[in-house]
């Protein structure tokens, strides 16, 4: 028991001087530097595929997708009312770039209709992607 015990102790104190030699010695040949660039590039693609699959999937919104924005107004550049729908409640909120302020939790809940966009633009548009589609 004694000389297991001995022995972690050992490998404890000696392992950590060991890699710290190997990571304080520059590297000294191309092939090092080059798998130093390479291991480098791939932390960051890895990084950035990560955030990309995040975002696509909406994983990061809080409490397990059981929120929602109904609706929202701008009252400024920066400036909003917004109603948010948690669980089956709705709250009124103020939102500003410094805070986030309940206005009020409202009784009746909002029924958010889809907006119908108008315009020469969106029926250019829509001409376009129905022909795309063909």
């Not at 092939?31 to 130093?36: I, K, R």
């Not at 809080?62 to 929120?67: I, L, T, V």
């Amino acid at each position: 028991m004694q000389q297991v015990l001995a022995f972690i102790i050992a490998a404890g104190i000696s392992l950590p001087a060991l890699a710290e030699q190997e990571t304080t010695t520059p590297p000294n040949s191309q092939v090092e530097l080059l798998s130093w660039v390479m291991s480098l590039a791939l932390v960051l693609v890895t990084i950035f595929v990560c955030a990309w699959v995040l975002k696509k999937t909406r994983l990061s919104q809080f409490a397990g997708g059981q929120s929602r924005v109904v609706t929202n107004l701008a009252l400024g550049t920066r400036e909003r009312v917004m109603v948010v729908e948690i669980g089956e409640q709705q709250y009124l909120i103020g939102v500003t770039t410094q805070s986030i302020n309940l206005l009020d939790k409202l009784d009746k809940p909002i029924v958010a209709k889809p907006k119908k966009m108008s315009g020469s633009f969106t029926k250019q548009l829509q001409g376009l992607l129905a022909k795309n589609e063909k």
